[in-house]
């Protein structure tokens, strides 16, 4: 399975953007970039995933560099809700198709 | 739409017990996922299931761990004996077949052995 890097923690202020890295230097043709968040004692839960192209929805936005070895996550106004841990995941298209988790980003929202 | 449902939300046994916790996926969702989650740390796959057929329990300690879905909709895991190392977040997912789709997760059960 392709790696994830993303850093272990981040902060920033409500109602402010925020940027969440990804780099995966060795992805693959075949691999989707999903991302999860975890609130505190809850399961995981969807919020995005692309392919190539930058990708819109009602939680996020997911930028996907040219290359594809990194992409971010963008939160457009951060809400004291959206503090969670946030996961990168490359996803194949054909195989296996599972989701492994790496340690994903802690991501702390200041009022 | 109900969501996963797993129960019970909470379990604390003593060591050497056996346990069971319960999974209903989302309806029509053929792809069911038994995850576990140690604290701190990211979600570890335990079993995936596509309708009633394992299709990768690679990672499912066979000695003391056994799963089943029956019929294709519901699905048990089951711990005997337990040991103080399982304890931790035990995840349920479904997913419609296919990676283009995302996965959605129970709220979890957490064990704790003592």
């Known amino acids: 399975d392709a790696k994830t890097t993303q850093p272990n923690s981040m902060e920033s202020n409500e109602e402010e953007p925020v940027h969440l890295p990804c780099n995966h230097s060795t992805i693959s043709g075949t691999d989707y970039i999903h991302w999860y968040r975890q609130l505190p004692s809850q399961g995981p839960e969807y919020v995005i995933h692309g392919l190539t192209s930058n990708v819109n929805n009602r939680m996020a936005s997911l930028a996907i560099a040219e290359d594809r070895k990194s992409s971010t996550l963008i939160l457009h106004r951060a809400t004291l809700r959206d503090a969670a841990v946030y996961y990168c995941?490359?996803?194949?298209?054909?195989?296996?198709?599972?989701?492994?988790f790496g340690q994903g980003t802690r991501l702390t929202i200041n009022p | 739409e109900a969501g996963v449902v797993q129960s019970p939300r909470y379990k604390i046994i003593e060591k050497k017990q056996p346990v069971a916790f319960w999974c209903n996926p989302i309806s029509g969702h053929n792809t069911l996922y038994w995850y576990r989650q140690n604290l701190g740390q990211g979600p570890e796959l335990l079993i995936r299931y596509e309708n009633e057929e394992a299709v990768d329990d690679s990672q499912l300690p066979k000695d003391r761990f056994s799963a089943e879905r029956l019929k294709g909709v519901d699905s048990t895991l089951k711990i005997q004996p337990a040991e103080l190392g399982d304890s931790a977040v035990y995840l349920c997912a479904s997913s419609p077949q296919g990676s283009s789709y995302g996965y959605t997760f129970g709220s979890g059960t957490r064990l704790t052995v003592v």
């Open positions: 995941i490359l996803r194949q298209i054909q195989g296996a198709q599972k989701l492994v």
